[in-house]
């Protein structure tokens, strides 16, 4: 249930008005929209009365959510969550009327490969670096990460280049790992480990929650909600693709998702135009359709040396192409009005 009150009511109201629904047994959560203030309720509403409420000289609408998934509607959060890091000496937003490019290799191989990758893609204008350290595979028998080193040679590239780092969390004992890590991933397998995401709510760090490649988009938003009930809210969502019947791509870029999204949530939506398509070929094009759609930004696999990657070489663009692509994707930006 959400509330929207009046512009202009004083905090001592609001609070009073807070209490008295939290002896009803729901929890309240307020949130300051351009106007006014729209308290959140979650947990059982029925004992609510909405009548009541609506004769309350402080309500200004009362609404009942039908969506299962709370905080993460814009319904309650009107305005676009947007999360600030400092990259390059220069402050980097994902969300609200900017585009964030998120580059880099699929797995960190090396000291020379992740040194290499990353001054080129800082050189090109990508805001944040992304390398996997733990990698899920298909096979046992595939590459599976540098895992902690891994971790540490991302941490050397952030020092040496100033952009934030992502890198994906697999399971729940490796977060202590995590410290110096800017945003978490949690990758399209790990979308419905919710004893994971629970303990990413319980952390404040921001988290990149892919979307499962067979899930729909209420369960995307609960996979959010579970991390934003635990009391962390800074969550990323992205579309990477979803299993369709045609194998010609990797998996099917689902583009309507990032309106809807949109649309549903406060939450900014990136997509992730390498793992959807599974062709370094078709990335520039799934980009600039990204940026259309109104995404609030692109997570690309960039290799040097795509030939010899140890994982998802298929799909990497190298610097150069990396570097057209950003040079097309800032006429996009320009016109979607969107600061990259
Ligand atoms: C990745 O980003 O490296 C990755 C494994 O992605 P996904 O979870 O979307 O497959
Ligand atoms: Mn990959």
Known sequence: MIIAL?????????????????????????????????LGLVGDTTVINDDALRANRFVDRVIRVQEPYKRANRLFHPLDTVLEFQSNGKSAKIGGGNFAV??????????????????????????????????????????QGMGCEGIDLLVEAKKATGLPIVTEVMEISQIKLFDEVDIIQVGARNMQNF??????????????????????????????????????????????????FDNFTRNILDIAIIPALKKKTHLPVIVDPSHATGLSWMVPTMSKAAIAAGA???????????EHALCDGEQSLTPELFDNLMNTLRKYAALEEKVI
């Open 195 to 244: 004893n994971l995401l629970k303990e990413l709510g319980r952390i404040k760090k921001p988290i990149l929650l892919k979307r499962g490649m067979a899930s729909t988009m209420t369960e995307l938003l609960m996979a959010a909600e579970y991390v934003m009930a635990g009391g962390n809210s800074q969550i990323v969502l992205c579309e990477r693709g979803i299993r369709g």
């Open 6 to 38: 009046k512009p202009g009511v004083s905090k001592e109201e609001i609070a009073k008005l807070i209490a008295d629904l939290e002896v009803l047994g729901v929890k309240v959560d307020s949130s300051q929209g351009a106007s006014q203030v729209v």
């Open 102 to 143: 998120i580059a880099g290799p699929c797995s960190v191989e090396s000291r020379e490969q992740l040194v290499s990758i990353a001054a080129d893609v800082k050189k090109s204008g990508a805001a944040f670096l992304r390398g996997g350290a733990f990698k899920p595979r298909t096979s046992p028998y595939s590459f």
């Open 296 to 306: 609030d930004g692109i997570i690309v696999e960039v290799h040097n040396d795509p």
